[in-house]
């Protein structure tokens, strides 16, 4: 399964961006959908997540109250970033996966990644 993110960019600190990714066909219902963010030198990091089934969605403390994470039709999901700062500069992932966790060993599909750049 190919995922493809898309809609990274450079923005300016409190600015806002929506990174969209695709899937090949329709996301079934048991799918967790998430995104996950990898600056230079560090690890990759859970950010948001969706149960496709239910709408459900969890994210992670740094970016609570700024990213939304929501479906938008029956094979994307987006994810609507906002009040960004710099140190939300990284590559961003979006993945698929079956299990309700932030830990990216769980997600089995991963998109390319799009490069998201917030200047001070």
């Known amino acids: 399964v190919q995922l493809q993110a898309s809609g990274g960019g450079l923005v300016q600190a409190g600015g806002s961006l929506k990174l969209s990714c695709t899937t090949p066909g329709r996301i079934y219902s048991s799918a967790v959908m998430a995104w996950f963010r990898q600056a230079p030198g560090k690890e990759r990091e859970f950010v948001s997540r969706i149960r496709w089934s239910t709408g459900r969605t969890e994210s992670a403390d740094s970016v609570k109250g700024r990213f939304t994470i929501s479906k938008d039709n029956y094979n994307t999901v987006s994810l609507q970033m906002s009040s960004l700062r710099p140190e939300d500069t990284a590559v961003y992932y979006c993945?698929?996966?079956?299990?309700?966790?932030?830990?990216?060993?769980?997600?089995?599909?991963w998109g390319q990644g799009t490069q998201v750049t917030v200047s001070s």
């Open positions: 993945a698929r996966g079956i299990q309700w966790s932030g830990d990216r060993r769980d997600y089995n599909y």
